[in-house]
């Protein structure tokens, strides 16, 4: 027995005198109301007392020259030694340490540990490191129900936190590409994912909108064109499956990547696009994770189509419902913002005022069916006779009106010459009768050098003046003023 | 080969490199694992400088790493940590080096030295594990509740590492030159990164990086290591293609720490 107790210690051969009360050290030792265990300093044990050995359920036989992470359950095993143990070793200590004890019918004892390093006798003998240990059964489990009640707290929190995050990123989205791009970082920061994208599906093409894909799209479920994927799909894939395509098992491994998910962007039943997240290591997959993919894929297909809805009547608002082309409203902002001058080497900004001559009559005998007919191939015809940059207008009535920026009386007059002979060609080209209609056209061009301030309505009402005049002395011709 | 982004002055602070030894010497960089920091490595880096450049760094989040350098999404695998160790190497130049890679650093180790073919020169991986978890046919030594376990203790222990963060007063009595040395930053650790950083040592897998490494591999396995045991080792081991395997007579986890003088003799054998 003398081999368990190294030589040379503090503990020589006296240590079971009693001291001056008369109590033996040793039987202090073996019935400490804690366990105490001595072993070397690479953790393998040289004693134990009573105490411990009661505890553990084992003899001091069986527990020497086990090492001490030995005695303790594998979650703290690990923890001991990656954290413990080194820092007891380049501290000299460790206090209150949560631990588990191993005990011999294979239940987990809750411990205390505070662990000292004896550097024995000025260096002269082994190192050794004392450990003490305290039984915390009641309150270790109730830690570990404040833990786990913290956790689920923190967690859903995070969820909460993901959610609203994404909410406000998506309330200030101009267009479906910022949508992307904000549910690009929203998942990343949610689910730590090393890269995502969102893919949003335009027909039957599937482009991606925002963050990137580190794989080839037609080895991404969902990315690679051809139908959405259901409302109702989830797809997870890692490296380590085993009836995962071998060709995104490479293809991953290459990029660094563990696993992917793609989840469908969903809103009323419809798939607007899908959000793919990859990850440099295989995270678990489970309820929470895909419920708080698919809330925030929701929440993204449901601003996408709040954006599509209002881009819808924001066109409504602004264009003339018969022939598409720019209402009144536009027309004035147009000419407010043209009165600035932007092209310095021609400071020009003209009015075409266009009004169909007799239109009346073709309202009278062929009804106003055939009227609206009629100013929807001539507003098709305007649109084709101007400029890029040209604005062309439906005033009122058979009234168009064509915004022409940094256009001088030769421009202006070429457009106005485009735009009559448009107006002049048989309206349907097919008809054995053909019906033609004409216009008076009045051009104002004005000089944007500050010499004559004037507003929108100056430059309207010169142009209307202009078209008055061509009406006047005989329709179907242009007039046109300038300063 | 700097990486985009890496300006040189802030790879120094942010992973707190020191640098000793001759200019001149092979590059030795000391990486440490999950757990603590640089210190791990107080008791063997100074036997080599003598002849070696010695590299000793902190990981981001760890020691006196630059806290405010962590990125959740970066180093929520290893390959984060080695785009670091890859940095350092660009940073400082080097050629011809051998990274010294303990534990989680071992695999970190194996992937820096795949993303700096021209720098690497050679690896010592001590009580290596690609893959902590059991899994078919695969012997890591843990089930997924046992890091699950792990993860608890660490939470339930935020208050104790609290106690081990402050700064040691009373030195160690048999190695008197240990407490001096202690500064503030000894092992000090931010929970919640201890906690990221041990699910990304033990939750990864590793096991398909090992093939690729192309330089001459030590490994070194220790008796009684319950962390990477005796079959880990043999698998890292048989899957690194020419490498060769010492076993230590130094027990547990951390013959950085409980054998300094087997474990520098070993590495000096290999360096040759």
């Not at chain 1, 073996?30 to 105490?51: M, W």
């Not at chain 1, 602004?318 to 000419?335: E, F």
């Not at chain 2, 490199?17 to 010497?25: H, M």
């Not at chain 2, 603590?36 to 010695?54: G, P, T």
């Amino acid at each position: 027995m003398s081999s368990r107790r190294p030589s040379g210690t503090s503990w020589g051969d006296g240590v079971s005198a009693p001291d001056e009360h008369g109590i033996p050290a040793a039987r202090l030792y073996d019935l400490a109301p804690c366990g105490l265990i001595t072993t070397t300093e690479d953790g393998r044990i040289q004693r134990a007392n009573s105490t411990f050995q009661r505890w553990s359920g084992q003899s001091e036989d069986e527990l020497l020259g086990t090492p001490f992470g030995a005695l303790l359950n594998v979650g703290d095993r690990l923890f001991y030694e990656t954290r413990v143990a080194p820092i007891l070793r380049l501290q000299g200590e460790v206090r209150e340490v949560a631990l588990g004890i191993l005990k011999a019918d294979g239940s987990t004892m809750p411990a205390l540990l505070n662990a000292t390093l004896d550097a024995g006798d000025r260096g002269s003998s082994p190192v050794l490191v004392h450990h003490a240990l305290l039984t915390v059964a009641a309150r270790h489990d109730y830690e570990r129900q404040l833990l786990h009640a913290r956790r689920a707290a923190e967690a859903s929190e995070a969820r909460t936190h993901a959610l609203q995050h994404a909410t406000e990123a998506f309330g200030v989205c101009a267009d479906a590409d910022g949508v992307a791009r904000a549910l690009v970082d929203s998942a990343r920061e949610a689910f730590l994912a090393t890269d995502a994208a969102v893919l949003l599906h335009g027909g039957s093409e599937a482009r991606v909108s925002a963050g990137k894909l580190p794989l080839a799209a037609s080895l991404v479920p969902g990315c690679a064109g051809g139908a959405a994927p259901g409302p109702e799909s989830f797809v997870a894939i890692t490296t380590r499956d085993e009836d995962a395509d071998p060709l995104v098992v490479a293809a991953l491994r290459s990029a660094r990547l563990e696993s992917l998910t793609v989840v469908p962007l969903v809103h009323d039943g419809g798939t607007a696009g899908v959000l793919v997240c990859f990850f440099a290591r295989a995270h678990d997959v489970d309820d929470a994770f895909i419920e708080l993919q698919r809330a925030l894929a929701r929440q993204a297909a449901q601003t996408l189509a709040r954006l599509a809805l209002q881009a819808r009547l924001e066109a409504i608002a602004l264009s003339d419902p018969l022939t598409g082309l720019a209402n009144r409203t536009v027309l004035r902002a147009r000419i407010g913002t043209s009165l600035t001058p932007s092209a310095p080497h021609a400071p020009f900004l003209a009015l075409i005022f266009v009004d169909l001559d007799d239109f009346k009559g073709i309202n009278d005998d062929l009804g106003h069916h055939a009227g609206d007919a009629v100013l929807k191939v001539v507003a098709e015809r305007l649109r084709n006779a101007v400029r890029a940059d040209d604005l062309v207008c439906r005033y009122g009535g058979d009234e168009f009106i064509i915004v022409c920026p940094a256009a001088d009386a030769d421009v202006a007059a070429a457009i106005a010459g485009r735009v009559q002979a448009e107006i002049r060609r048989p309206l349907d080209p097919d008809d054995r009768s053909p019906l033609t209609v004409t216009a008076s056209i009045g051009v104002c061009v004005h000089r944007l050098d500050g010499s004559h301030p004037c507003t929108p309505d100056d430059l309207l009402h010169r142009a209307d003046t202009a078209m008055y005049r061509s009406k006047q002395i005989g329709k179907d011709r242009i007039t046109l003023v300038y300063e | 080969m700097t990486a985009p982004g890496a300006d040189a002055r802030d790879v120094t602070a942010r992973n707190n490199i020191a640098v000793r030894g001759p200019a001149d010497g092979r590059p030795l960089i000391f990486a440490h694992g999950f757990g603590c920091n640089q210190e791990m490595w107080r008791l063997v880096a100074s036997r080599f400088e003598d002849a070696f450049r010695v590299v000793l760094f902190d990981h981001v989040g760890a020691g006196g790493s630059d806290l405010t350098a962590y990125d959740p999404v970066k180093y929520d695998s290893l390959h984060g940590y080695a785009d670091d160790v890859a940095e350092i190497l660009d940073h400082l130049d080097l050629t011809d080096a051998v990274i010294v890679g303990h534990s989680a650093s071992a695999m970190i180790a194996v992937l820096a030295a795949r993303l700096r073919p021209g720098r690497v020169g050679g690896l010592v991986l001590i009580g290596p594990s690609p893959r902590y978890i059991n899994d078919d046919g695969y012997v890591g030594g843990f089930e997924r509740e046992d890091i699950d376990a792990l993860l608890d203790s660490l939470d339930s222990n935020y208050l104790g590492w609290s106690q081990t963060m402050a700064p040691v007063i009373a030195g160690n009595p048999g190695r008197p030159e240990v407490g001096l040395e202690l500064s503030a930053s000894f092992c000090r650790t931010d929970p919640v990164i201890a906690s990221q950083f041990a699910k990304v040592t033990f939750l990864s897998d590793n096991r398909h990086d090992l093939a690729s490494v192309t330089v001459p591999t030590l490994i070194l396995q220790c008796s009684n290591d319950v962390i990477a045991p005796d079959a880990v080792g043999e698998y890292v081991h048989e899957n690194i293609p020419g490498s060769s395997m010492v076993r230590l007579k130094a027990s547990g986890h951390c013959p950085n720490l409980s054998d300094p003088d087997e474990l520098t003799s070993a590495i000096r054998d290999f360096l040759g």
